[in-house]
């Protein structure tokens, strides 16, 4: 058996060592500290016959999780990775290691809630911190539970108050050792790289290297202008994919604004890039306040989605609409497991509006896809493209021939991802 000092700490969206308060409230508390990521068995199950976690997002995930254990060893600890029921997986570490207490980031989703019930009801002790916001939401100007629904309204209160973000804590710099025990399992699981761009490579060495020559290419400068283009690296930030694994926390990006406004002065681009992480934040603390029912179909409304149809589903993420410019858009998001916040609304309005698609299954498509899948911004940005959240416009129709008109003026965007098909 281990010291009452020892610990897990168990990796879940927060993949990075720097601003990462609950994993130095680990290293701080303990004289062991065994730290773990688990692929959990429920990830395997499949909603509509499909993967709930494509190709894309497994690989950026097993990047970002090879450069926290290479950084963790660098430290002589480790990462021990595993897969299969998260129960059984922490009973077993309890009666083999002797371990009872666990650290973990708090995630207010509702299965990430019920994991950690399922934990507490084993008899471990679960000690979990919020960290994944830009703001602390203990320092807004009201309870999380009872934030104005309307973004508008919240943005004015947080800007009354003069909220930036909540100051990023340095990296650890020491990690406790490892538990002395026999190591129980350390299986890397091995993913086959698709054949997408190699854009985003996964991992915090990647995001903050990403982040230094963001601001060091002034491309902050010009994001209102270009943010709502489709192709290309530079038209927004990309800060996104990093952003979900936690590879790189929102407070650190916020400074970053903030230090590069000191050196060469606020713009409509530093002040637009903070609106949309705040954007993020507000699709966070939503949970706070309502929980499981963003999950149902009729979200905060009264009206159910439309019915699951198989066929008209197939044709939308196969992209056989025979609306152009949205299959070049589903195209993308196969091919690349990215796509720009235009496109992104664009073929969710048109899978809600034009095919009368159930909005679950579209946001369960995205989960599928996107390297940059989150949890709440999904949920949030569905439910109200879907008008089952809160928009006070009531829903987001969009006209796609417009749009297409708008943002693809040549249809150099429709012919770059349609050709790859043929
Ligand atoms: C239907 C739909 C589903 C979406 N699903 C996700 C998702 O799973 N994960 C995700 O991170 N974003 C999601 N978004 C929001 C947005 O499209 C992406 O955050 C953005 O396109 C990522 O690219 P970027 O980092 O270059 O963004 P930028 O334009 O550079 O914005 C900077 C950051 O602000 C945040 N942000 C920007 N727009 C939004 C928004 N509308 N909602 C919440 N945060 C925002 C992101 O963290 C982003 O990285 C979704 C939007 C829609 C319409």
Redesign the pocket.
Known sequence: MTSSKSAIYWFKNDLRLTDNPAFALACAGVDCLLPIYIHDEQEDVVPHHFARVGSHRKRFLQESLCDLRSQLQQHGSDLFETSGDLTKIFLRLKVELGIERVYCESIVAPEELRQLQALKELGIEVIDLWQSSMLDPQSLPFAPEKMPDVFTQFRQQVEKHLLRFSEPVAAVKSVPQLPKQEVLFHSPINYERPKATDAFIGGETCAQAHLRQYFERHLVDS?KQT?NQLIGMD???????W??LGCIS?RT?AKGITDYEATHGSNEGTYW?WF?????D??RFLHFKYGRKLYVSSGLGNQKSYPFNQEKFERWVTSNTGEPFVDAGMCELRESG?????M??I??SYWIYDMQGDWRA??AW??SQ?I???????????L??AGKGTDPRGGRPFNVKKQARDHDPEGAYQRMWLNKTT
Do not use: C, H, M, T
């Not at 038209?235 to 994919?241: E, L, R």
């Not at 940059?372 to 569905?382: E, F, I, P, T």
């Open positions: 994001y943010r038209y927004s930030s990309k800060f996104s994919p952003l979900s929102a990006i890039l949309e992480l705040l954007w993020r507000y699709f990215f796509l720009s916040n235009r992104r609304q073929v969710a579209g946001a995205f989960e996107l940059d899948y989150d949890v709440y911004s999904n949920q949030g940005n569905w109200y493209i």
